[in-house]
């Protein structure tokens, strides 16, 4: 079956500093998404991307998408405490409906 | 519009009990799917439903678990005879009926604990 795998598991990080976050799936995706969770929170959505060698950016966040749809990069310009929280990516195969696989997601630490 | 509700949002349950989680989806949301975290784990798919159809119970262990999201009311994951490793988070999401809108919107969850 389909396969997200997401790395790092973890990441510490001083304030100001960057964080980066990747995602490889072992089949093509049709879209993927990126979700975060804070401690003790529910996962939210943050974005979908769904061309190949697609681009989006979000204030100090910037989404990218492989061009063979199969990796995916979530990368977060100087980190501030709020940024704190687990970051999971979310695959769409090629099936006619909505199942998400999940990778395991990035636990991001930010210190003051 | 209210977002996804579940609840209830903690739930203790002592071994052998029956635990039912409920899930209210987002108005106009006709998919509904249920995910279970473990501590500092993803997300592990269990079952999607639409209105009185189970799609996908791939994820669903094979023994204890059932769900179902009736025509009426909300969706419910019932876990049966419980044991200690059945604590988690559960989590429903929901989704538009439309094709292509496939973003999921989450509810709180509900975590279990089994004494």
């Known amino acids: 079956g389909q396969q997200v795998m997401q790395i790092p598991q973890y990441q510490h990080v001083q304030e100001g500093e960057d964080f980066t976050t990747y995602c490889n799936s072992s089949t093509t995706l049709s879209n993927i998404q990126w979700y975060k969770q804070r401690p003790g929170g529910h996962p939210v959505f943050l974005i979908q991307?769904?061309?190949?060698?697609e681009v989006k950016k979000q204030k100090r966040l910037t989404f990218q998408f492989g061009e063979a749809k199969k990796n995916s990069s979530l990368h977060i310009t100087a980190t501030q405490t709020t940024d704190v929280g687990t970051y999971f990516c979310?695959?769409?195969?090629?099936?006619?409906?909505?199942?998400?696989?999940f990778g395991q997601g990035t636990i991001l630490t930010v210190h003051p | 519009n209210a977002g996804v509700m579940q609840n209830p949002r903690h739930l203790v349950r002592r071994r052998g009990q029956e635990a039912r989680l409920r899930c209210s989806p987002m108005?106009?949301?006709?998919?509904v799917y249920w995910y279970r975290q473990l501590p500092e784990e993803g997300l592990k798919f269990m079952v999607y439903?639409?209105?009185?159809?189970?799609?996908?119970e791939s994820g669903m262990p094979k023994e204890r678990f059932s769900a179902e999201f009736p025509k009426e009311g909300p969706s419910i994951l019932r876990i049966q005879q419980v044991v200690r490793g059945d604590s988690a988070a559960y989590f429903c999401a929901s989704s538009p009926l439309d094709r292509g809108q496939e973003t999921q919107y989450f509810g709180p969850g509900t975590r279990l604990l089994v004494l």
């Open positions: 108005k106009g949301h006709s998919h």
């Open positions: 979310a695959g769409k195969g090629g099936t006619s409906y909505g199942k998400l696989t």
């Open positions: 991307l769904v061309k190949s060698g």
């Open positions: 439903l639409q209105k009185e159809n189970i799609i996908d």
